[in-house]
Each structure stands twice: as C-alpha cells, then as structure tokens.
C-alpha cells in the first residue's frame, strides 16, 4: 500500500505562486514515476505534470509548461509542483499519484495510488 498526502494548496492572486507538496510512504519513493493531475468542477481529471523515478526526466500538460516544475526529493519520500505565473483557469484540485510501471506518463488511468487532493484557487 501507498498513502499520499498533498499540502500547499490556497488561494493566491492572478500572477502568484503556490508550492505543492506530496509526502508519500510505504513503497520505495523512488522506484516509481509520479504525477500530478488537476480536476475542475465539471471537468474530467487531467494530465498536469509527471516525473521519472530518479527524477531526471519531466513530462509537462502544455497548458502549464513554462509556468509550472515538478521535482522530488527522494530523500525525504517527496514530490513537489512549483506554480508560478498562476491563471484563473489554473484554480481545481490537484492530486498527486503514483504511475504504474509501464504505464503512460500521462493518463490517469495508468496509475494506481492517489492521494486525497488539495483545493487550488486563482482570484483577485
């Protein structure tokens, strides 16, 4: 079994920066890719970011690229999403999860742990 746990999440302005956070534990952190997928009310869940093991590859939605880093720490069992420039259209859940081995880095469908989400809104 895995747990994933978000934090990080608020409200910040048009233009601001959140950091997210995944602590995860009960596997080896670092044998597994990890992503991060967003839901809006109303919308299916979508692709944002993803990350191999080691981290040293990084597959980004093109919606956030340029704007958005996702990283590890695997030291500390951690996955971050760095949100600068952030938009209205940006504001959803936004869940980290853990990629089945094989899997395709960008459907959801591909991977199996989920953590419980934390809320992000963009307003003025």
């Known amino acids: 079994q895995v747990q994933l746990v978000e934090s990080g999440g608020g409200l910040v302005q048009p233009g601001g920066s959140l950091r997210l956070s995944c602590a995860a534990s009960?596997?080896?952190?670092?044998?597994?890719?990890m992503g991060w997928f967003r839901q809006a009310p109303g919308n299916e869940r979508e692709f944002v970011a993803a990350?191999?093991?080691?981290?040293?590859?990084?597959y980004y939605a093109d919606s956030v690229k340029g704007r958005f880093t996702i990283s590890r720490d695997n030291a500390k069992n951690t996955l971050y999403l760095q949100m600068n420039s952030l938009k209205p259209e940006d504001t959803a859940i936004y869940y980290c999860?853990?990629?089945?081995?094989?899997?395709?880095?960008?459907?959801?469908?591909?991977?199996?742990?989920w953590g419980q989400g934390t809320q992000v809104t963009v307003s003025s």
């Open positions: 999860a853990v990629r089945r081995i094989g899997g395709s880095y960008y459907d959801a469908r591909d991977y199996t742990y």
């Open positions: 009960g596997r080896t952190f670092s044998a597994y890719a």
């Open positions: 990350i191999s093991g080691s981290g040293g590859s990084t």
